[in-house]
Structure formats: C-alpha cells, structure tokens
C-alpha cells in the first residue's frame, strides 16, 4: 500500500491514540475479567497431548513469574527496617504460602490428563493466588503503612524539644510566631497523618484471593489512607523547615 | 669518638621525639569534657543562650529533616509499587 506521506502520518496519529486510549481502559477491564490475554497469544490447540503440553508451557511461565514477583516481595519485606516483626511474619507467611501452592499447584497442572482440567487448574494460578493484584499491592501498602508509623513515632517524639527550641530561642518575637504557627500547623498535619495511616494493616494484611474482586476497593481506600498520611507528613516537614528557617533569625 | 658521640645521641634523640608526637595523636588533650563535643539527638534542641555562631535548633533540625526525608522516600517508593498493582492486569496463563 502506497500512501501518501500525510495519510501514513493521520493513520499513524489514529493507531497512537487508540493505543493510547486502550492502555487506558485496559488493565481496569482486566483486573475485573481475568480471562483477557496480556499476550495475544490465543488458545492452544492441535491434538490432546499437543494441548497439554501447551498449557503446561504457559502455566509454568504463569507459575515463574509468580514465583519470581513473590521473591522480590519476600525481599522487600524482609529488607523493610520499620515492618513490624509481626506483620514482617504474617506476610513472610502468605508469601511463603504463595509460593509453595503455586508450586503444587503446577506440578498438578502437569499431571492433568484432560484438557478441560488443565485449563480449570490453569486459572487458579491467577484466580487462588491474585499475586499481582492482591498480593502486591498489600504487601507494599503494610510496608508503606509501617514506615509512616516509624515517622510518626520520630516526628511526635521530636516535637517537645522542637517546642522547646522555639520557646528559647534568641530569634525576633515575630520570627518566633511564625515558627509556633509551623509548629502548631505540624502538630495538626501529624495528628492528621496518624489518624489516616492507623489502620490501614489491619484493613488490608489479612485480605484474601477468595474474596477478590470484593475486596479491591478496600486496597483502593487503604491507598488513599496511605497517600493521605504521606501528604501530611511532607506537610510537617515543610513545617520544620520553616521553623528551623525561623529560628535562624 | 666525641664526633661518634653526637651521632649516637642523636640517633637516640630522633626516634625519642617520634614517640612524643606519636603519643601525643593517640592521647587527645582533654581541654573539654566528651559530652560537650557531639550534641545527643534526644538531648534538648537549644538552651536559650544568645551564643554567636548556628543555633544548635539548626542541627537539630537538620538531623530531623533528613531522616524524615529518606523515610518519606521510602513511603512515595512504597505508594508506587501499591498503584502499580492495583493498576495491573492478571491476564489468563491458558492464553
């Protein structure tokens, strides 16, 4: 096909918006309709044994990929210096869980002597386990949580020596005001950043892949709680800066 | 001999003062008490002295500002990784 230059550029233009737009409206089709190829890749077909071992390949890719983002998860859990040895052991444990169901789960997968089994036990590599769309998000909104409460603790045991510092300071009296209002702006944005970020473990440590999609909107307001509590604290730090620029006189 | 003599001493003499100067790095002059030479986190920010020189709040807050800043770094790279979950898709391993 032989274009001219500008129609190639208007045909180009079309395809990038519609990829555009897809990429938009893509994933949120595919975290509620799991049966949505990522790949394209289409069924496997040809004869019973051509089948299976198909599916076999694809469910041992599915599997070690899992497995893989289950590892790194480990490891950001277990290198996380504010995660709560509790809630380090609870998700060290799914986690651990994970990994060994998906392993037996595989390893059932390719003693499946039916096709149509095959496939039912090839969905619940996603379906019982919701690795990315569970697990992920709950193990880094814990961390997330448990490292908002590390700052909180720090910031609410510095703010009587923080009062102190203002009350003695040499500073002019006006300068000295402004620093009280930071402080009392950052004593507000803590309390604020506490109150968000209180329960959002015990909201989302303890979901589980049998309840999803149900419980997607709890990770979803636990994200705002955890964006909330992030935005106040960044609000007491601007706080402190501001005192510390007005105690300098 | 007398020439042999000023050779021997100072022969004597060099390694000596050596270890003057060497005891000298390994003993610090105890001009002032330990306490005073690194201010404790936890200890009170300022005592209120009109001091020449950067008010100690300054270092204080420094200290505070920075942990903070790492911790919050950690909680935007924390926050990241939740939206890139929730924002991803499963997909279908038969497909």
């Known amino acids: 096909m032989n274009l001219h230059h500008p129609i190639r550029i208007g045909i180009a233009a079309l395809a990038a918006s519609a990829a555009v737009a897809a990429a938009g409206v893509l994933p949120a089709m595919a975290a509620s309709t799991p049966s949505a190829s990522p790949t394209g890749a289409g069924a496997c077909t040809g004869s019973v044994s051509a089948m299976l071992a198909c599916i076999d390949q694809r469910a041992s890719t599915a599997v070690s990929n899992r497995e893989t983002a289950l590892q790194q998860m480990t490891s950001d859990v277990n290198s996380s210096k504010d995660i709560t040895a509790s809630d380090r052991a609870t998700l060290l444990g799914q986690l651990q869980a994970d990994e060994s169901g998906l392993t037996t789960l595989l390893a059932t997968i390719k003693g499946d002597t039916t096709v149509k089994q095959a496939l039912a036990d090839t969905e619940t590599i996603v379906t019982g386990y919701r690795v990315y769309l569970l697990e992920q998000p709950k193990v880094h909104l814990v961390i997330a949580a448990n490292t908002e409460s590390t700052v909180e603790a720090k910031l609410q045991s510095k703010l009587p020596s923080i009062q102190t510092a203002i009350n003695n300071s040499s500073a002019s009296a006006a300068q000295k005001a402004a620093a009280q209002t930071a402080f009392n702006d950052c004593t507000t944005q803590l309390a604020a950043a506490q109150s968000a970020s209180s329960g959002i473990v015990s909201e989302v440590i303890d979901l589980l892949p049998s309840g999803y999609p149900g419980n997607q909107p709890t990770l979803v307001s636990a994200r705002g709680q955890a964006q909330t509590a992030r935005t106040d604290l960044g609000k007491c730090r601007t706080d402190i800066q501001s005192i510390r620029t007005d105690l300098k006189g | ?95």
Do not use: K, Y
């Open chain 2, 1 to 95: 001999m007398r020439g042999l003599g000023r050779l021997g001493a100072a022969a004597l003499a060099a390694p000596a003062l050596f270890l003057v100067a060497a005891c000298a790095h390994v003993v610090p002059a105890p001009t002032a008490p330990a306490t005073q030479s690194v201010a404790p986190i936890s200890a009170p920010i300022n005592t209120g002295s009109a001091a020449a020189g950067p008010e100690p709040a300054g270092d204080q807050l420094n200290q505070i500002d920075d942990q903070i800043d790492n911790e919050l770094n950690q909680i935007d790279n924390e926050i990241g990784q939740v939206n890139q979950g929730l924002a991803t898709s499963e997909g279908d391993p038969a497909q």
